[in-house]
């Protein structure tokens, strides 16, 4: 299987401006830019789509590893803060923090703490990353 992203970029570093879009359509030539992605300004940019990209992918695998489990979940909710930082004369993102809340009928804080640790050295994302991954996992009632 093989999915695919693309971007166009127009222009220098600081005044140009590109766009993102998916295979799917999902993204259709979304904005992205120096300021979106290093300042606060308007647009996507790669490090919240990395994000985005690593929570769909640990909450789907921790679906699947908590039904191998015997457990279904009503509600997995996940963010994954995603650390870009300085380095040498580039840029490395260095972290990813995964912070997940789930509701799970029939599951413990520990049993539920244990599967997504699985989950979140499973997921095919965190494999890829080489980055710092860190979690915490909530159970709600």
């Known amino acids: 299987m093989k999915k695919w992203g693309s971007a166009i970029w127009k222009g220098g570093i600081k005044d140009g401006q590109g766009v993102i879009s998916t295979q799917t359509g999902v993204l259709k030539e979304a904005p992205y830019g120096f300021a979106s992605r290093f300042e606060d300004g308007?647009?996507?940019?790669?490090?919240?789509?990395?994000?985005?990209?690593?929570?769909?992918?640990?909450?789907?695998?921790?679906?699947?590893?908590?039904?191998?489990?015997?457990?279904?979940?009503?509600?997995?909710?996940?963010?994954?803060?995603?650390?870009?930082?300085?380095?040498?004369?580039?840029?490395?993102?260095?972290?990813?923090?995964?912070?997940?809340?789930?509701?799970?009928?029939?599951?413990?804080?520990?049993?539920?703490?244990k599967i997504a640790r699985q989950a979140k050295e499973g997921c095919p994302v965190s494999k890829v990353l080489n980055a710092d991954i860190s979690m915490d996992a909530t159970l709600e009632a």
């Open 42 to 113: 308007p647009g996507s940019n790669p490090e919240e789509l990395l994000g985005a990209a690593h929570a769909a992918c640990f909450t789907m695998a921790l679906s699947l590893m908590l039904g191998d489990a015997g457990f279904t979940a009503d509600k997995i909710e996940t963010k994954a803060h995603v650390t870009l930082e300085k380095d040498g004369d580039g840029f490395s993102i260095t972290k990813v923090h995964l912070s997940v809340t789930a509701q799970v009928p029939g599951t413990d804080q520990a049993g539920f703490e």
